[in-house]
Nanobody, 128 residues
Framework: VQLMESGGGLVQAGGSLRLSCAAV????????IAWFRQAPGKEREGVAC????????YYGDSVKGRATISSDNAENSAALQIDVLQPEDTGVYYC??????????????????????WGQGTQVTVSS
């Protein structure tokens, strides 16, 4: 699966950001698509995940209530919107995918080790 992220950039604190992930070569109906982020010196963190088979969503604690993940299976794409951005949201954001049908336990969907396809990442910088 080839994944291509877009939409990163410099944003002021309090603003919103929308990232997009285009998947090439597969249908997302049976895939889980997730967003991870990594700040300098920190581990990769699960931000959000959506399961293509039933549109179930999962969010990391740091963005819960501020983030929305969505997917368009017809377009083979997924999007992540984060509102009320904070400087702590700064990092490289990665899109990841893995075939996930039948569904797995909900505990795996924000673990980097679960996913086997990754995009190149897009930088998001939130200025205070």
């Amino acid at each position: 699966v080839q994944l291509m992220e877009s939409g990163g950039g410099l944003v002021q604190a309090g603003g919103s950001l929308r990232l997009s992930c285009a998947a090439v070569g597969v249908s997302l109906n049976n895939y889980a698509i997730a967003w991870f982020r990594q700040a300098p010196g920190k581990e990769r963190e699960g931000v959000a995940c959506i399961r293509g088979s039933d549109q179930s969503t999962y969010y990391g604690d740091s963005v819960k209530g501020r983030a929305t993940i969505s997917s368009d299976n017809a377009e083979n794409s997924a999007a992540l919107q984060i509102d009320v951005l904070q400087p702590e949201d700064t990092g490289v954001y990665y899109c990841a995918a893995r075939k996930a049908f039948p569904p797995f336990s909900s505990t795996v969907y924000l673990l980097p080790s679960f996913f086997d396809s990754w995009g190149q990442g897009t930088q998001v910088t939130v200025s205070s």
